[in-house]
């Protein structure tokens, strides 16, 4: 015989006897009622549980493995399930080296009617963290896991629950966790998620501050999730680096798997590269495809007592209304009739959410599209955050061929907002023509300027308490309408021509001094064109939404044989929205005068709402609006005698 046969041999028959030896001392350690009685007491040793059991029973092949009925592992005293861990039954694999010693190393496990219950309290207690065994008779060396048809329930701190179907779960490791595979199917609501991915080593779950590198993917309908890099191991979380991806044609099914009710209706495309290190998490090369919004960034968030963040974004296009809805969102109900602003809730409780935590944003947007149409280009903003309280230090764009500036407060308790913008060189043809009105105009550039505060849970809410000064200065521009030019000629007579297709004015002015939603004075708005003027006072009121002005028509030179040389006292009544011209004396409706005041009051409530949702100036000065006995000592607005209109607007 030769020498290697006689090796084999040799090997085999050692081989036989460390089995028989090892069937031997598992059955001399193996009784039903003493076996229950090591468990029992090992885990009250090891981890200050109680462990129960039913029948218990042997099989020695294919290899020795113990299998218990009716098995509970308990939860600590502050949950709410009295069991941690319930199954109806357990198969326990042996390492058969280990038995020779007396020892029991569990190589692989296999639940059946498992359901776990995890609970996370207010504390931060979890009650699946369980001390080492180091020290017992007894330890895992897990090559293989398995479980179907089980039940997984997830209890937060704040109390809500969420329960978790595990149809297959099938992990394969070598020795001490390492090399590990896994492949598991999870169902919730109907939808199934598929996990499958490899982790170099286990063996320090657990620890502080442990990783292992690892390959992870996930997905749910047509919705993939990639995580690829040193994944963490410890539940603090302390230490990670790891690219992630998302590759969603569809997020639907992702959706209702995860009880989300707003739901994207475009795909999705997200990466980002993820690094943590103690208490920092670091954002790095974000990337986001969403429908029409490009979105990149970087960012970092510090956790503590008091967390602290930093992001910076990017946008090259956002069409908010389109962006909106990519995103979920139901579009805005219509305003009501003759309203100005809607009653819908302003998002204040994201940012009384942000209470204990500082932050600080920069945001530039290339193209920008606001609700009511207006394109803003080159839109940039700078964002401090402490506590509910964000600072706008100051917000810029390019908008109506000319720019936007300004700077505001907003308090999230208070429902509470302060905001400067000024409009410089816009152009109210472009307004109208961006905005969707029915009335053309033609060149019209802009100044305005607004100072103001305001209180409430609404736009609505907000335009009926501001309060500060609304100055609105506008060139020379045409009025293309052939019902406004037949208009004048009523009010002016032979300074104007019936057959007139226009109107031609060269400026229109307002000094609104708003206090509780209420602006009130004397000579507050003005309008001119080539043959008429109107200086009017009166009240614009933004709490009922209407106005009540009153002045007198006249004729810039010479004599007219129009209405207005006989007594041009006229009022502008009604909704902002679609104010009302009549004569004290005879009630002729259609002038100029109803045209400038329809632009003056509608330019103000335009820019009341442009920091929100997109409206944004209209409406400049004639010169004799802005004189010292233009607005009342009691609108604690400060004069100036050195503020001018443009150049051809005082000629």
Known sequence: MRGWQKGVLWGAAILALMLAAGVIALHTLIDGDRLKQLAREHVVQAWGRELTMGDVSLSLLPTPHLYAADVALSNPSWTQERDMVRASGITARFALLPLLHGEFVVAGLQFDGLKMHLETDRDGRRNWILPSANGTQSSFDLHQLS????????????????????????????????????????????????????????????????????????????????????????????????????????????????????????????????????????????????????????????????????????????DMIQTFLDAGRPPLPAKETGQLFRDKPLPWPLLAGLVGKDGHAEITIDRLKLRNGIEVSEAAAQLDFRDDRMVVPSFSGKLLDGSASGDAVFEGKRQAVELNLKLDNTLLGRWFKETDKKVELSEGRMQVEMRVHAIGASMKALAASVSGPLDIRIARTQVLSQKAGQAEFWLTGLLSAKDADRVDLSCISARLPFRDGVARGEGIAGARSDVSQLLAGGVVDMRTQTLDLHGRVRARSGVALGWSTFGGNVKIVGPIAKPQWESDETGKVGTIARIGAAILTSGASIIVTSIWDGANPESDPCQQVFREQGASKEDGVRKSATQRAPEDASN
């Open 147 to 318: 479980a179907d048809h089980s039940i997984v329930v997830i209890r937060n701190a704040d109390g809500t629950q969420r329960e978790w179907e595990l149809e297959t779960l099938r992990m394969h490791a070598g020795s001490r966790l390492r090399n590990l595979a896994i492949d598991a199917r999870v169902r919730r609501n109907g939808q199934l998620l598929e996990l499958e991915g490899s982790l170099a080593d286990l063996s320090e779950a657990g620890t502080a501050g442990a990783t292992t590198k690892g390959k992870l993917n996930l997905r749910i309908g047509e919705a993939a999730l990639a995580l690829d890099g040193e994944l963490p191991l410890d539940p603090a979380l302390q230490r990670y680096a790891f690219a992630v991806s998302v590759d969603a044609k569809s997020l639907q099914q992702a959706y209702a798997f995860l009880d989300i009710p707003e739901r994207s209706p475009v795909a999705l495309k997200a990466s980002a590269v993820l690094q943590g290190n103690g208490n920092r998490i670091d954002l790095r090369e974000a990337k986001l495809q969403m429908g029409q919004l490009n979105l990149r960034g970087d960012g970092w968030l510090e956790r503590g007592p008091r967390p602290r963040f930093n992001a910076n974004l990017h946008a090259d296009r956002i």
